[in-house]
Structures are given as C-alpha cells and as structure tokens.
C-alpha cells in the first residue's frame, strides 16, 4: 500500500486501524539492512570523487566519508526521520497532527525510499564507481521528492496540490538546512 495509496494507509495506521500495517520502525530498519547488505555484497561504490586526488589538508576525502555512511546507513537513515520529521511539524503545522503522528508518516516515507532504493539496485551496481552514479542518485532523489509529494497529497487530502507541494519543498528545504547545520558544526568541532 505504500505505492498505491501510501496516504490513505500511513492516516488509517495513526487512526488505529493497524492489523494489516508493518510496524514502521520495524520496516524501515528491515528494509535499510537489506539495502546495506545489497551494496556491500554488491560491493556498489555510490561515491565518486571527481575532484581528482585528495591532497592532505585540502580537501575532504569523499571515499572515507562515503565508507563511513555505508557502514552506518541503517542509523543514518532512522537519525533523518526525526530531522525531517521537524521539517513537517514546521511546514504542515496547522494540519492538526503532533510530533508523533509526523514522525510515523515519515517513517513510512523513509521506507517507500529505501523501497525504492532496493528496486535501483541493479542500475546502481552498474554504474557503480563511475561518475554517472551521480546522475542516478540525483534521479532516485527527485523520484524521493515525488513520492513524499504524492503520499502528502494523501495524507492531507484536504489541502490543494500546489499547498501540498510548496509545503513538501518547504519540508525538504527545512531538512536541508538542518543537515547542512549539523553537518557544518561536526566539521567545526573536528
């Protein structure tokens, strides 16, 4: 249900009608465990540096950072849904849901990507190492951004597709700039 009416499930599952549902945590660490061991039986290497050769002390070595987020990608994955769980509460802050029922909805979303991340596979492990990866994760990316736009046109079925999804950019947007914030902050303090 996740591909044919996530919305209208992910609302029926926080309204209690849970029999049928995956319990999302549950789901999203199955589905990212699944992932990693793809890609590392796969041996896929999803990070390309085309800036040619790291020099010390100039540049920032992608492939350590890369190794890094492979390894750690099943909590990687579960640390974003509360970030861009407060992206939501801030965007659809008027929609009458809490923290909790956001943070549900984007537990569903992280699995419909990881879904998703699964089924391009075996395009990854073609392009794997080569610097056309880096068009394949910009097109799973905006593929993420329409299926987070489709499931919020659901789940908020009473507000207007372009609400919906300038409230969506506005959510990704949010979460961007938390990332980057953080991520900016860790490279401080290193």
Do not use: C
């Amino acid at each position: 249900q996740l591909f044919t009416r996530p919305g209208h499930s992910i609302r029926e599952f926080i309204e209690g009608k849970r029999v049928k549902h995956f319990k999302p945590i549950s789901l999203v660490m199955v589905l990212a465990t699944a992932y990693l061991a793809l890609i590392h039986l796969l041996h896929i290497d999803l990070i390309v540096n085309t800036s040619g050769p790291v020099e010390p002390g100039s540049h920032i070595d992608t492939g350590k950072i890369g190794e890094w987020l492979q390894a750690h990608f099943a909590w990687i994955t579960l640390a974003f849904i509360p970030i861009h769980t407060v992206g939501t509460v801030i965007a659809f802050r008027k929609q009458g849901y809490n923290f909790f029922e956001y943070f549900i909805l984007n537990t569903y979303k992280a699995a419909q990507k990881l879904y998703v991340s699964i089924l391009f596979i075996p395009i990854l492990y073609y392009y794997s190492g080569l610097p056309a990866i880096n068009t394949v994760t910009r097109i799973l990316l905006l593929i993420d951004f329409v299926l987070y736009f489709w499931t919020n046109q659901q789940f908020f079925n009473h507000l207007s597709k372009t609400k919906t999804f300038f409230l969506t950019l506005l959510t990704h947007l949010i979460f961007w700039f938390i990332i980057i914030f953080i991520a900016v902050i860790v490279m401080l303090i290193m």
